[in-house]
């Protein structure tokens, strides 16, 4: 008996043994149903003596065959969890409800919701928007922003709702020709994202904002460095509205990538500007400048080379002094960017380390109040719009972020579900099964490139219909108008705070006046202490160095 239970995880591999043998001798006698199980349980006794030799899996070795169900549940779990067990207020990282938000809007579809709300409104985090007793009603919803500045040539209206970055690469040429498709149809932007232009990007014909990153794809020499040549014949294609320079993005600011050899296609290598057969690094940092003014002059280098596109830089908020020495760098050199995108560390559409997604850069709302209030602070908020990205898929969503300082916003995942996501979380496999973010040619077929592009151009559209409704709800004429008073935040169970004390505008030009508000000493300290010539601290707060008096930290 002892021996039975001490060795009963055998019991798998000791069945499917003698169901082999037992078909075997039967086969002869019965038929082809005995020889087809034959084969089966055979395959399972190989497998399972295979498990038990092999050294890489303990689990498979102690229960052969039976141990391979932990692998498969194991990979379907994301599967399970999201159609089974998921809560529709879970948000891992999209919720159920806002995913079926977006595939409502895109296919057309009743969005409407009965019976209440299912959100927990007397819980710590809830937010809601003030309306007004004479709301007004707004039928225009082409809303737009004008950007560019005095050195713009050829400023560009851009809609209050754009496809955030996505490089051809990270996604399909059918997802990206869909994604620009839909764009064009429905009049608004997409950020081409660090992999440069694509085939697909100009067969879909849409408005592009071409991104520049520390890889400089689409603009660079064989060595990798900056080349004004290439830039300028890239800029110059009409279909590029903007430029963007990528400082760092949410899902992993500070780090490079590699994409290597083996998953460079031809057609990415075309896109990309890159050789095939050879690793291609996209480095942590620009080689181009390294300083705040070296940067600044870079953006000018950009406008002039684009004909007087609009150009401006993307960043996750990280040490807040640097970004201090950015605004310090505008001021000596009097080159402004014509817009700043604020990306959120909640943001992300490929892959990126753990540690990186969950720990590393500032979330988009706090992000995004911190530039708001810098820029007001020296006196340059009118003359540079700024962007927004970070999980914004509804009117309320982009709502909040124009009241936080937003002039528009970008969203990524909210138009990868238009295209049809699920949130599979394989985005970084190349087995994405709806054939979005992966490069294998039979599962990228999934894509019906007209389908899903008016599904795109759809969501796009009823979006805007929905912050038209919003907003009139508020008693506004244009979204742009709401200020963080419009919104109220639970703080607590039992007590909630008016928009302005949560996420406060702070006064006209303090940074650059000559008084000091000692309520924002901390605004001050840090301002002091950031440099135009560099990014690096002329000293550490509470540290060994010489400190102002109510330094904080950087």
């Given at each position: 008996?002892?021996?039975l239970?001490?060795?009963?995880?055998?019991?798998?591999?000791?069945?499917?043994?003698i169901l082999?043998i037992?078909?075997?001798?039967?086969a002869p006698?019965?038929?082809?149903?005995?020889?087809l199980?034959?084969?089966?349980?055979?395959?399972l006794?190989?497998l399972?003596?295979?498990d038990?030799?092999?050294?890489?899996?303990?689990i498979?070795?102690n229960?052969?065959?039976s141990?391979?169900?932990?692998?498969?549940?194991?990979?379907?779990r994301?599967?399970?969890?999201q159609y089974?067990?998921e809560?529709d207020?879970e948000?891992?990282?999209?919720?159920?409800?806002d995913?079926?938000?977006?595939?409502?809007?895109?296919?057309?579809?009743?969005?409407?919701?009965?019976?209440?709300?299912?959100?927990?409104?007397?819980?710590?985090g809830?937010?809601?928007?003030?309306?007004?007793v004479?709301?007004t009603i707004?039928?225009?919803?082409d809303?737009?922003?004008?950007?560019?500045g005095?050195?713009c040539?050829?400023?560009?209206?851009?809609?209050?709702?754009?496809?955030?970055?996505?490089?051809?690469?990270?996604?399909?040429?059918?997802?990206?020709?869909a994604?620009?498709s839909?764009?064009?149809?429905?009049g608004?932007?997409?950020?081409?994202?660090?992999?440069s232009?694509?085939?697909?990007?100009?067969?879909?014909?849409?408005?592009l904002?071409?991104?520049v990153?520390s890889g400089?794809?689409?603009?660079r020499?064989?060595?990798?460095?900056?080349?004004?040549e290439?830039?300028?014949?890239?800029?110059a294609?009409p279909?590029?509205k903007?430029?963007?320079?990528k400082?760092?993005q949410?899902?992993?600011?500070?780090h490079?990538g590699l994409?290597p050899a083996?998953?460079?296609?031809?057609?990415?290598?075309e896109?990309?500007g890159?050789?095939?057969g050879?690793d291609?690094?996209s480095?942590?940092a620009?080689?181009t400048?390294?300083?705040?003014?070296g940067?600044?002059e870079f953006?000018?280098?950009l406008?002039?080379?684009?004909g007087g596109?609009p150009?401006?830089f993307k960043?996750?908020?990280?040490h807040?002094r640097?970004?201090?020495?950015?605004?310090?760098?505008?001021?000596k050199?009097?080159?402004?960017?014509d817009f700043?995108?604020?990306?959120?560390k909640?943001?992300?559409?490929?892959?990126?380390?753990?540690?990186f997604?969950?720990?590393?850069?500032?979330?988009?709302?706090?992000g995004?109040?911190?530039?708001?209030?810098?820029?007001?602070?020296?006196?340059?908020?009118?003359?540079?719009?700024?962007?927004?990205?970070?999980?914004?898929?509804?009117?309320?969503?982009i709502a909040?972020t124009?009241?936080?300082g937003a002039?528009?916003c970008?969203?990524?995942?909210?138009?990868m579900?238009?295209?049809?996501?699920?949130?599979?979380?394989?985005?970084?496999?190349?087995?994405?099964?709806?054939?979005i973010a992966?490069?294998?040619?039979?599962r990228?077929?999934?894509?019906d490139?007209?389908?899903k592009?008016?599904?795109?151009?759809?969501?796009?559209?009823?979006t805007?219909?929905a912050?038209?409704?919003i907003?009139?709800?508020?008693?506004?004429?244009?979204p742009?108008?709401?200020m963080?008073?419009?919104?109220?935040?639970?703080?607590?169970?039992?007590?909630?705070?008016?928009?302005?004390?949560?996420?406060?505008?702070?006064?006209?030009?303090?940074?650059?006046?000559d008084?000091?508000?000692?309520?924002l000493?901390?605004?001050?300290?840090r301002w002091?202490?950031?440099?135009?010539?560099?990014?690096?601290?002329?000293?550490?707060?509470f540290?060994?160095?010489?400190r102002r008096?109510m330094?904080?930290?950087?």
């Amino acid at each position: 008996m002892n021996f039975l239970v001490q060795y009963q995880r055998y019991a798998v591999l000791a069945g499917v043994t003698i169901l082999a043998i037992v078909s075997v001798i039967c086969a002869p006698f019965f038929g082809a149903w005995f020889w087809l199980s034959a084969v089966i349980f055979g395959a399972l006794t190989l497998l399972g003596w295979h498990d038990i030799r092999q050294n890489k899996h303990s689990i498979l070795r102690n229960y052969p065959v039976s141990g391979h169900i932990r692998f498969i549940l194991e990979n379907f779990r994301p599967e399970i969890r999201q159609y089974m067990i998921e809560g529709d207020q879970e948000k891992l990282p999209f919720s159920r409800q806002d995913r079926g938000l977006v595939y409502q809007r895109a296919k057309g579809v009743e969005d409407k919701r009965p019976f209440g709300t299912i959100e927990d409104v007397y819980s710590s985090g809830y937010a809601w928007l003030t309306h007004s007793v004479t709301p007004t009603i707004i039928t225009g919803t082409d809303f737009r922003v004008r950007v560019g500045g005095p050195a713009c040539k050829q400023p560009y209206d851009a809609s209050l709702y754009n496809i955030s970055a996505m490089s051809f690469g990270a996604l399909s040429g059918n997802a990206i020709l869909a994604l620009n498709s839909g764009a064009k149809k429905g009049g608004f932007a997409h950020d081409t994202g660090e992999g440069s232009i694509s085939r697909y990007h100009r067969q879909g014909g849409g408005d592009l904002i071409y991104q520049v990153a520390s890889g400089y794809f689409g603009c660079r020499n064989e060595d990798g460095s900056f080349s004004p040549e290439r830039f300028a014949q890239t800029a110059a294609d009409p279909q590029v509205k903007m430029i963007e320079v990528k400082l760092s993005q949410g899902a992993k600011p500070g780090h490079g990538g590699l994409l290597p050899a083996a998953k460079i296609t031809e057609e990415i290598a075309e896109a990309r500007g890159i050789p095939m057969g050879i690793d291609c690094v996209s480095p942590a940092a620009h080689s181009t400048f390294s300083t705040p003014v070296g940067l600044m002059e870079f953006i000018g280098k950009l406008r002039d080379l684009s004909g007087g596109k609009p150009v401006g830089f993307k960043l996750c908020i990280g040490h807040r002094r640097e970004f201090m020495c950015i605004i310090k760098a505008i001021l000596k050199t009097g080159i402004l960017p014509d817009f700043i995108v604020v990306d959120g560390k909640e943001g992300g559409t490929g892959a990126a380390p753990v540690e990186f997604a969950n720990r590393v850069g500032m979330p988009m709302h706090e992000g995004l109040t911190f530039v708001h209030n810098a820029l007001r602070g020296a006196g340059l908020r009118d003359q540079i719009k700024i962007g927004a990205a970070g999980k914004i898929v509804s009117a309320f969503d982009i709502a909040q972020t124009f009241a936080l300082g937003a002039d528009w916003c970008n969203a990524a995942r909210g138009f990868m579900f238009a295209l049809g996501c699920i949130q599979a979380q394989s985005c970084h496999t190349n087995k994405c099964p709806v054939g979005i973010a992966t490069q294998d040619p039979a599962r990228q077929r999934a894509i019906d490139v007209g389908d899903k592009s008016d599904r795109v151009a759809r969501f796009h559209r009823n979006t805007l219909h929905a912050l038209a409704e919003i907003t009139g709800a508020a008693g506004l004429q244009d979204p742009r108008d709401f200020m963080p008073y419009h919104f109220m935040f639970r703080q607590k169970d039992n007590e909630f705070l008016d928009g302005n004390e949560v996420y406060p505008y702070l006064p006209e030009g303090f940074l650059v006046s000559d008084a000091e508000i000692p309520a924002l000493s901390d605004w001050h300290s840090r301002w002091d202490r950031a440099s135009a010539e560099t990014f690096a601290p002329s000293e550490i707060p509470f540290g060994p160095f010489k400190r102002r008096e109510m330094a904080h930290s950087t």
